[in-house]
């Protein structure tokens, strides 16, 4: 419940929201209503266990880590915290290569490669993140976490079955209403509605049209209205004010991505920090350049110069093989022009203090 002196259907609008607001800690055994956003790429099992030690539920994303790596991580989030923690998959279909766009592409970012001295055959092999798959459920199936959630859909009836086996609940994200239903036609334990602000991929899987794509308030109200599980905002928020305004509105809670990436337990590469903390991160747009999928990061060359939408980039996520050659380079020299600096629209939330600090700062204004 908010603590803000407006009686509760000022609050909660009315009684199936209220009955909402108190059902996430339920579902997953937190003290406080907030999940650390999964961010693959930029954090590990030390931002879980923080968040989740503090209280809340702290996440791992796994779309770019081996089985080993995977494992390796979950043995540090069991010995490190008691509480509860959620386990993060993408589950895209991998597109089959396709050799005509691929040198498309290279043709496209070969100025880049001969600016920086880099020979094009550098460019690895393979797509990078990786789907859902029987070999993670094997892995997970050893931990049994208690909360699992998914990013672009859900994944085969059949995975999802060896989910549900050991009990785990199932979160999954919602960029439009349509989405909402479908997930919740699936048995999902809770929605999150991630609103164009948000940082990182879109959920989005649906459709392809970007004009679906609705802000944070906008969508999480019509998710609120549309469906019976609880509902999680996603996106732009960064604040015990904007936490307490979406619960408000019927959130159930609010998952944060953005406002974690400068604490220390992060791990935030120097040259994503400092635009973070730079101006530059007052300029966010949707891009698919990095990878093949819009996202949202702070704008760069790479995004000014192709994109931000470009029509010659291969499909998720084999866009990004080529760009790491360029990403290394640059980075080495200090530079973030072809980095993918996944950010959200409000990044006044970041702060440099400890995760659990920010987890309590964040959760200021609901008991
Ligand atoms: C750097 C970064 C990486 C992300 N990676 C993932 C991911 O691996 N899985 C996922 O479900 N969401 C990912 N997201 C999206 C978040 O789940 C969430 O929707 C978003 O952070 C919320 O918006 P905010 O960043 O404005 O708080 C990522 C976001 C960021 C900023």
Request: glycine share 8%; proline share 7%.
């Amino acid at each position: 419940m908010l603590d803000e002196g407006l009686p509760p259907s000022e609050n909660a609008g009315d009684h199936q929201d209220v009955l909402r607001m108190t059902s996430i800690r339920e579902l997953f055994g937190t003290a406080l209503p907030i999940i650390q956003a999964p961010m693959a790429g930029v954090q590990g099992s030390a931002l879980a266990v923080a968040v989740s030690e503090a209280g809340g539920l702290g996440s791992l994303p796994c779309a770019m880590l081996s089985p080993e790596a995977m494992r390796a991580e979950l043995d540090a989030i069991v010995s490190g915290t008691a509480h509860s923690f959620n386990v993060n998959f993408f589950c895209h279909t991998p597109p089959a290569p396709d050799a005509e766009r691929e040198s498309a592409w290279r043709n496209a970012l070969r100025p880049y490669y001969d600016e920086l001295g880099i020979e094009i055959r550098s460019v690895p092999s393979g797509a990078g993140r990786r789907p859902f798959s029987h070999e993670a459920a094997d892995v997970l199936s050893d931990v049994k976490p208690p909360v699992v959630s998914f990013h672009f859909g859900l994944p085969s009836a059949d995975l999802l079955q060896r989910v549900r086996s050991w009990g785990a609940k199932i979160l999954a994200s919602a960029t439009t209403v349509d989405e909402a239903r479908w997930l919740e036609a699936r048995g999902v334990d809770a929605i999150i509605a991630q609103g164009l602000e948000a940082g990182g991929h879109r959920g989005i899987f649906l459709s392809e049209d970007l004009t679906t794509q609705a802000g944070t308030f906008a969508l999480v109200r019509q998710i609120v209205r549309d469906v019976r599980v609880p509902v999680i905002a996603a996106g732009g928020i960064a604040d015990a004010a904007g936490v307490a305004a979406a619960m408000a509105l019927g959130a159930a809670g609010v998952q944060l991505g953005t406002a974690y990436m400068l604490c220390p337990e992060a791990t935030t590469s120097a040259v994503h920090r400092a635009a973070l903390a730079s101006d530059a991160a007052r300029h966010t747009a949707v891009t698919n350049v990095f990878t093949g999928r819009p996202a949202r990061g702070i704008v760069n060359r790479l995004m000014r110069e192709l994109g931000p939408i470009s029509i010659v980039a291969p499909q998720f996520p084999l866009a990004a093989a080529a760009i790491l050659p360029l990403r290394a380079k640059a980075e080495a020299q200090g530079s973030g022009d072809f980095s993918p600096l996944w950010a959200g629209q409000n990044s006044s939330g970041c702060k440099e203090v400890p995760a659990a600090e920010l987890t309590r700062e964040l959760t200021a204004r609901v008991v």
